[in-house]
């Protein structure tokens, strides 16, 4: 197979897998890994490991350690020291020093299979340290837990681990070099490393901000991103050739561009390029595992994936209670973190390739870890559940945490639910509380909960999409619930748990536009708040009273709007960058058709019209330099602009009568 055949065969692969696991509402990484094991060189063997495939793993790496770079802050950093210099190194070094001392131990008792130097030892270490921070940060985004207290550790820990494969990533190639010229080895590559980052650092960053404008005033799309991939890919390249590594360029390169005024820019520029990469590296990951030597060794690679994941586990669990982490929290930061990593496969496959780790033990291994990473998100998704096994506080826990909410609202009626106390949450209890109005809130940030609750706010840690915080909040008592927060799925959630404890109890669900209007609504939402369309009354608003028009016709003219639930604001005009896909045909539109002087609809009315049939209405017709308002008896005149609503198909055929 040439490139192009291999690329086709991987993309299509990757389209499939990604496809069934998204059936399953299973995270897609695992689709990457399934595909890679199935058509890889030791399945199916549809696709072989050759210089493609390297290249695009090592592309998947470098994006990632670029965005990576991107969200290295120093403020973020030194705000979460504690937990990332603290637990996160305890956790990267005490793996290290464990693994090292098992890889001795198994030596001594397993000879035939764990003969290595301390090295080698070394080098595993450093691999089985790793997680993965793209299953996990991504079951973390999926189950709102990512400010939880236990997934505020993980993340800490994950950032000190990424930071750490710098280092590593440097100091393994140096292990390999002659045992004799070791010191020579390291002194070298610290030298190297310490001249290329100068360079990339004091240099570059002066550079960087300057060069970017010049880009940015040619105002060229395609300029911008050719410029962004020629400065991420020339900065690993660079480091490359000093002997470094093509992540460690990449990893500057973000951090470079994370003090720019472009970051956001670049953040969403690149991440189509990231996922698609990434996704290629796991399944060249997948194509590693050998099912025949798994088969042949599975006692052996069963005791390397128990192993590794149960010491992970048991250290971080430990640790985490060392830093004053409740039991339930440490459990499920050992519980999120035990399985293997990304980072893990890169430096194996870089100890592999320096000869550092005998192949045989290197294909156990990396079998045992792509096995860990399958199980992964099995063992996250049952983490409460697990938790609850291991830890006979958490049902205390739990259930005091219900009966405090209850405490707080047993004695309370015709309150207002809130569901989320961020910014949005907060102004609408000022506003209730100005009107002495009941109100309690749910919210599932540690840290902003005890803080409202030091300002006598009434806000509890709880998850509204959980049945028993809806009933501990009292939701049969209450006078109506607010989501106000802009997250679909977990609105859909909260209102089919509403639908069954308290059906007639109203629900206001914020939203982020008008397209899942209709989906919320029928979900049971009595009234949907897309935050464009208000933001668009109130831009209206500030405008027309800067422009002189009086304040009670403009108060009237939005109370009308929102009297009207948004119908005069749904719609907007479609340009050629938008997507034309089903849904979106079935948004409503704006369309603007100029009636030519000579048609069978002119001199008509707009009730002779009649397009009620195709579901589209006339907003504005605009004569010449005048606007008029539509109404039934208005008679249709050449050149007339006539402006229709409704959705696409309507609307072409309601274009094709205005114009035969």
Not at 247 to 262: D, P, Q, R
Not at 483 to 503: C, F, G, Q, R, W
Request: hydrophobic share 50%.
């Amino acid at each position: 197979m040439n490139a192009l055949d291999t690329t086709l065969l991987l993309l299509s692969s990757a389209v499939l897998g990604v496809v069934a696991l998204r059936l399953l509402n299973l995270p897609p990484m695992l689709g990457y890994l399934a595909v890679g094991i199935l058509i890889g060189p030791h399945a199916l063997g549809w696709a072989q490991e050759s210089s493609t495939t390297h290249l695009l793993a090592e592309f998947g790496v470098v994006f990632l350690m670029f965005s990576i770079g991107l969200e290295f802050s120093l403020p973020k950093l030194i705000s979460m020291r504690r937990a990332v210099f603290g637990l996160g190194m305890a956790q990267v070094i005490g793996t290290i020093g464990l693994a090292m001392l098992l890889c001795f131990g198994a030596a001594f008792v397993l000879p035939q299979y764990f003969t290595m130097s301390w090295e080698a030892a070394f080098a595993i270490g450093g691999a089985l340290s790793m997680s993965s921070t793209a299953i996990v940060s991504k079951m973390l985004t999926e189950k709102l837990e990512l400010e939880s207290q236990h997934g505020r550790q993980i993340i800490s820990i994950l950032l000190f681990q990424d930071l750490a494969v710098v280092p590593l990533l440097i100091l393994v190639p140096a292990l390999a070099a002659d045992s004799e010229n070791l010191s020579m080895s390291l002194a070298m590559a610290g030298a190297k490393a310490t001249i290329v980052l100068f360079l990339l650092f004091f240099v570059g960053k002066k550079v960087v901000r300057e060069w970017f404008a010049i880009v940015v005033r040619r105002r060229s799309q395609e300029l911008f991103m050719l410029n962004l991939l020629l400065f991420t890919l020339g900065a690993a390249w660079l480091t490359e050739k000093a002997g470094l590594s093509l992540a460690l360029g990449a990893f500057v390169a973000g951090m470079l561009i994370s003090e720019t005024e472009y970051k956001h820019q670049v953040e969403e520029d690149i991440k189509s390029f990231r996922d698609v990469l990434l996704g290629l590296f796991f399944i060249t990951v997948g194509m590693l595992l050998n099912l025949q030597l798994v088969l042949e060794y599975g006692w052996l690679i069963l005791l390397l994936l128990i192993g590794p994941v149960m010491l992970k586990f048991g250290l971080i669990f430990a640790l985490a209670r060392l830093f004053s982490c409740p039991t339930s929290v440490a459990l499920r930061t050992g519980l999120g973190l035990a399985q293997a990593g990304e980072f893990g496969f890169v430096l194996l496959n870089q100890a592999g390739g320096l000869n550092l780790i005998d192949p045989l033990l290197l294909q156990l291994m990396l079998a045992s870890m792509v096995l860990s990473m399958l199980i992964s998100p099995f063992i996250l998704a049952k983490s409460d559940w697990i938790v609850l096994k291991l830890s006979s506080s958490e049902w205390m826990m739990q259930s005091l945490a219900l009966t405090q909410i209850a405490a707080r609202t047993m004695k309370v009626k015709k309150h207002v639910i809130i569901a989320g106390f961020g910014r949005s949450g907060q102004s609408l209890a000022r506003l209730l509380t100005d009107e002495k109005i009941e109100y309690h809130a749910l919210d599932l940030d540690p840290d902003r909960i005890s803080e409202a609750q030091n300002a006598g706010a009434n806000v509890s840690y709880g998850d509204a999409g959980r049945r028993e915080s809806l009933t501990a909040v009292g939701i049969n008592r209450a006078a109506a619930l607010v989501i106000t927060y802009t997250d679909t799925p977990s609105a859909l959630k909260i209102l089919h748990l509403v639908h069954e404890l308290n059906p007639s109890l109203p629900v206001i669900v914020r939203s982020h536009d008008d397209t899942d209007l209709e989906k919320l609504r029928a979900a049971g939402a009595t009234e949907v708040v897309p935050d464009l369309m208000e933001g668009s009354l109130m831009l209206a608003s500030h405008a027309l009273v800067l422009l002189g028009v009086p304040l009670r016709r403009v108060v009237h003219t939005v109370q009308m709007a929102r009297d009207a639930r948004y119908e005069s604001l749904r719609g907007f005009f479609h340009g050629a960058s938008d997507v034309t896909d089903d849904a979106e045909n079935m948004q409503i539109r704006l369309h603007t058709v100029a009636l030519s002087e000579r048609g069978k609809m002119l001199g008509k009315s707009i009730a002779e019209l009649a397009l009620s049939e195709f579901e589209v209405d006339v907003t504005t017709i605009r004569r010449g330099k005048n606007r008029l308002e539509p109404s039934a008896d208005l008679v249709l005149q050449a050149n007339d602009v006539v402006v229709l609503r409704g959705t696409a198909e309507g609307v072409a055929k309601a274009e094709q009568q205005l114009l035969k």
